[in-house]
């Protein structure tokens, strides 16, 4: 951490700052500059916050130096974390696809669309249940009904699901049937529910908020890292901006900034990113570019008459030509998509 | 609803999308012109998704003319909605002012800031007891206690208590001790929160998020009074730009748009939509001026050693200058502050 | 400046900064940390680019710690700056109040319009007469025909005028006519244009850019400050950013940010930073309460049928309430309107 | 267009709006809603600016159908423009890559790092000789000295050659040089050198303004169209957002987005859209994943000494290494790079 003093703040604050730093266990280290005076506080730490600094009588700012995240961080776990969903793995070489519906709607719906996406090669199924919704008058989700109907479309396709958890309350009930809780962009920085998934150990999609920056994206995931759980795959999703010729602006630098910052594994959502069907396509390759561990993209059977989010969701057929694409962008990087897709029943 | 159909859509798109308003109990107009057609949507649409539009076969744009909230609106309820908190109202003619540190840390500081800040002027006491910090590593409030101590604070000094509330299972428990739950900017979008907030009947300090819009901030209000609950107090707080001399950029246009659009109360937060002492005087006098309700205020007896928000926090000499500054505002806009701050022992 | 070392980063690398550090004519001052050094450069670093230590080998950031400006800045210079226009002081006590149309469209409507705001209480003229267009196909002004209306409506009023510039050609013929130079938000950082400036003598009314951060609009006054041209004026006129219900947002925080860092005048134009005149009042009165040394706005006699801006334009009985608004603002932050308004003729 | 009136207004303001709509040569169509009225105007609306409908009484919202641009778009240019550069052509199947330094330093330099890029394949030489810089006090390029060495290497090389234009007053002198001018980002909306740019018949790589939205990147490059030169070549560099990780945030989505509006070429600068060598090559192999028509990045044979962009060029051989990856990725997306390079002295 760097202190900067005001100019010509006198010796007393100078030592007022170099008693907290010491306090706090870092070795204080002051340059007398012609203007003004810095100080720097070096030793670990990560997990000193800057604002006990920032209020000192003479500081005009403060500055880091080590990063406000561990856990996540490369310094603390150098080599990529991969780790094992039902038939594949995340963070490896390959490249998984999640794909399915917005919100799961009916029994017949979410059966029909998984047959499709494993049919067109994805490797899991997402879903919504509980749909965080703009306006309280549009639909909520099915609930604990659409988690089983969920669940018996893995059965019929083995494929792992994958599902948004929105409260605290909802977790113990959803463990017993999803593969991968997703935390969703609003719920970024809901920290309760945060803690309460780091307590579990299901694995987490974890979602950028649309206006988190990368560093608070690392400090948010060491919520539930610092739980113990380590099973955190990070979502890129679109950060809001003030363009408006689509839903969202796709950060892509994000991707290699976060593969340098972070040990996790790092997947694109282009669906969101874009809301838009017509550029998933386009995005999803240049994620996957860009170096980017999967992809998850909304597929309706029907998007026409979806509930939600219908505008920004491929068919099956274009669902199958983005995974043909994606699988020759992904050779093209020296990657591959996952390799030979479960088998009925294997989930 | 305005639907705006692709150059050359075949006359069997346009009936489709013709069926779908008319299923939605909407009457359509369509316009036919030299290059695209486009249908008008007619009735009450406050409760019609757009996106039930946006992904049928050949509509390129669909754009709302109805406001997607209804009971937040000021054409709902033309008049400004007033209410009463402990000894004074809100969204009337005067202009109460809410202060108090970020956290309470501790018995003796909270009672030492509310005796200063009501001896200063101010007409309620905030303070938190759960903490949404960015880092799990710090402080994360006292809890139960720290509302104890708010409870005694506002015995000792008459001033009713705002907190902020992050989980819906913190609800029943706060709600013993405290006369408005604050909804933090991190949470606007917690539906399951919002809902939970609708059915009860206290006050709610609702805050604008980070990234979120003035209508998707009406929308999220809307949550809450559908439920029920219609004592809802809007509060700008910043938003985030790409400006990083100050932590958030207060909207201000956002005081007089909302009052345009909405008969909710609104109050800003220059606190938060500064993030630097300096500069919250001169911005809660703009609010004022601007016309805010009312303003909130982080204020620290020893903001050089606060636990949190130290840099932002005003000392009570600085807050007693504000509060003689901001009146001279009022005054000028033709408002006032609370006329007699409540006695010890009335709230 | 302080220059941050990767981890690791070897003796050899730390030697060749602080070898370039030299060279610059600062001092080192090395932090040898326990996982990283920090090399502080001591001096007179104003005129320092931090980009050349940041592609040295082993450099991962380099943070300044003295401003990138210095003409512009408040240590050069304690004392606000104040100068004098026809009649009347900017940056003193007094809050001078500019209108006038977007755009001079004929000679009998700049003269109405003049005349109406000078009995309204303006103390200069805005009109514009190369107007920077966002489509081609939109009116681009009346050129040097316009200035002679302006120059007329100067003469029958008394108030100086203030006309936009677009292009280095432009200077040398306006220069017989303008009183001020208005640089355009679009132009910012038009640095050629920012040079030529600099070589004039008359006072310059600069725009924010539309995304430019505060620091970049000192850096780039200093343009014009290091010719040796002092009269420059800032104007904060919104800020870009993901609200869409107002066409700009008024960064408010910019006015006590900028009289902090800087001596020179800084006004506030509510007209573009609101984009429409029903919140325009509002925020002018929050821009004097919040410091702000002026205030410019849009005035049109018949705004539905102005050629541009005609949503933005008060009408002069509209602007003549602003005007007693802003008036009783002004007094509760102890300033004042200017005086006596110039006679017919003085100017 | 779409004209949203006011509830309630009267049926004369109906009739004033309809009259400016025949007036302006396009037919009316009103909707008599339940709470409000719309007018459709029907026609060739391009060169129709919203605004003048956006102040007539009652008017509360004007919404665009057709684009506010004609000559850029694709309605009015079905297929994709291809034209042809020195040796190459842009906008066509083929995937040109133009490098070089950010500024001409001297002689040695150039004709170094032109021989240099030439070998790891790139197909055009950039390199400033008249810089943007934000401060004045830094390096501002060598002006026609350094169009001498340009024009030297691209004799030595074969190279046609890319140099920013800044000023109206430069295009005379500069054409002799250059084969392709660059509008600069900062000047994206500088319509007086646009419209200079448009008398010429040299190609023009256009950057996108760092807050332009993608429809006034257009609209601004209509200006040169309008003027008939056709020779436009679009360039998506980064926009500002909140995120301070990377110097711009790259926005992938501009690709496919431009790619379905508009008929010209459109390429990727990943250099400015990330500011870090470390992220070029990932966001260069994004970018022609997500169907860009060509790459320009900065190269520099000695970066930790450039004069300026040091920290975001490449060295020879790491830009070696992405054309290498581009070039798989190009392939893998149907396209590939420019065949056969051009010979020394083919220029």
Same mark, same amino acid.
């Given at each position: 951490?760097?202190?900067?003093?005001?100019?010509?703040?006198?010796?007393?604050?100078?030592?007022?700052? %170099? +008693?907290?730093?010491?306090?706090?266990? =870092?070795?204080?280290?002051?340059?007398?500059?012609?203007?003004?005076?810095? *100080?720097?506080?070096?030793?670990?730490?990560?997990?000193?916050?800057? @604002?006990?600094?920032?209020?000192?009588?003479?500081?005009?700012?403060?500055?880091?130096?080590?990063?406000?995240?561990?856990?996540?961080?490369?310094?603390?776990?150098?080599?990529?974390?991969?780790?094992? =969903? $039902?038939?594949?793995?995340?963070?490896?070489?390959?490249?998984?696809? %999640?794909?399915?519906?917005?919100?799961?709607?009916?029994?017949?719906? *979410?059966?029909? *669309? +998984?047959?499709?996406?494993?049919? +067109?090669?994805?490797?899991?199924?997402?879903?919504?249940?509980?749909?965080?919704?703009?306006?309280?008058?549009?639909?909520?989700?099915?609930?604990?009904?659409?988690?089983?109907?969920?669940? @018996?479309?893995?059965?019929?396709?083995?494929?792992?699901?994958?599902?948004?958890?929105?409260?605290?309350?909802?977790?113990?009930?959803?463990?017993?049937?999803?593969?991968?809780?997703?935390?969703?962009?609003?719920?970024?920085?809901?920290?309760?529910?945060?803690?309460?998934?780091?307590?579990?150990?299901?694995?987490? =999609?974890?979602?950028?908020?649309?206006?988190?920056?990368?560093?608070?994206?690392?400090?948010?995931? @060491?919520?539930?890292?610092?739980?113990?759980?380590?099973?955190? %795959?990070?979502? @890129?999703?679109?950060?809001?901006?003030?363009?408006?010729?689509?839903? !969202?602006?796709?950060? *892509? !630098?994000?991707?290699?900034?976060?593969?340098? =910052?972070?040990?996790?594994?790092?997947?694109? $959502?282009?669906?969101?990113?874009?809301?838009?069907?017509?550029?998933? &396509?386009?995005?999803?390759?240049?994620?996957?570019?860009?170096?980017?561990?999967?992809?998850?993209?909304?597929?309706?059977? $029907?998007?026409?008459?979806? %509930?939600?989010?219908?505008?920004?969701?491929?068919?099956?057929?274009?669902?199958?030509?983005?995974?043909?694409?994606?699988?020759?962008?992904?050779?093209?990087? $020296?990657?591959?998509?996952?390799? &030979?897709?479960?088998?009925?029943?294997?989930?």
């Amino acid at each position: 951490m760097m202190i900067i003093m005001r100019p010509g703040a006198p010796r007393e604050q100078i030592d007022a700052v %170099i +008693a907290v730093i010491e306090k706090n266990h =870092l070795s204080s280290h002051p340059i007398f500059g012609m203007e003004q005076t810095i *100080i720097g506080a070096v030793g670990d730490g990560h997990y000193v916050a800057k @604002e006990i600094f920032e209020a000192l009588p003479g500081v005009i700012e403060v500055q880091r130096i080590s990063k406000p995240y561990k856990l996540a961080s490369r310094q603390f776990h150098e080599q990529d974390s991969v780790f094992q =969903l $039902d038939g594949f793995n995340v963070g490896g070489n390959e490249v998984p696809i %999640i794909a399915g519906p917005c919100s799961v709607e009916s029994r017949e719906q *979410i059966l029909e *669309i +998984a047959q499709a996406v494993k049919e +067109a090669g994805a490797n899991a199924l997402r879903g919504g249940v509980f749909k965080p919704r703009t306006s309280p008058y549009s639909f909520q989700g099915l609930g604990e009904e659409g988690l089983e109907y969920m669940a @018996e479309a893995r059965e019929q396709t083995g494929l792992p699901i994958v599902v948004e958890v929105m409260a605290v309350s909802q977790i113990k009930m959803m463990e017993k049937y999803v593969d991968v809780f997703q935390l969703g962009a609003r719920n970024m920085q809901n920290f309760n529910l945060l803690r309460a998934l780091g307590e579990t150990r299901t694995p987490v =999609l974890f979602k950028r908020g649309m206006s988190a920056t990368i560093e608070e994206m690392l400090m948010a995931s @060491e919520y539930i890292l610092s739980g113990g759980n380590n099973h955190v %795959i990070l979502c @890129e999703r679109g950060i809001r901006t003030f363009e408006t010729a689509t839903r !969202n602006t796709t950060d *892509i !630098n994000a991707i290699p900034v976060l593969k340098k =910052l972070t040990h996790l594994p790092v997947i694109l $959502d282009p669906s969101h990113s874009t809301g838009d069907s017509e550029f998933v &396509s386009a995005v999803a390759r240049a994620g996957v570019a860009a170096g980017a561990d999967g992809i998850i993209v909304e597929v309706h059977h $029907d998007p026409a008459h979806a %509930i939600s989010d219908g505008k920004q969701s491929l068919t099956p057929e274009s669902f199958a030509k983005m995974v043909k694409q994606v699988k020759a962008v992904a050779e093209a990087v $020296d990657r591959k998509l996952v390799e &030979s897709p479960l088998h009925v029943g294997e989930g």
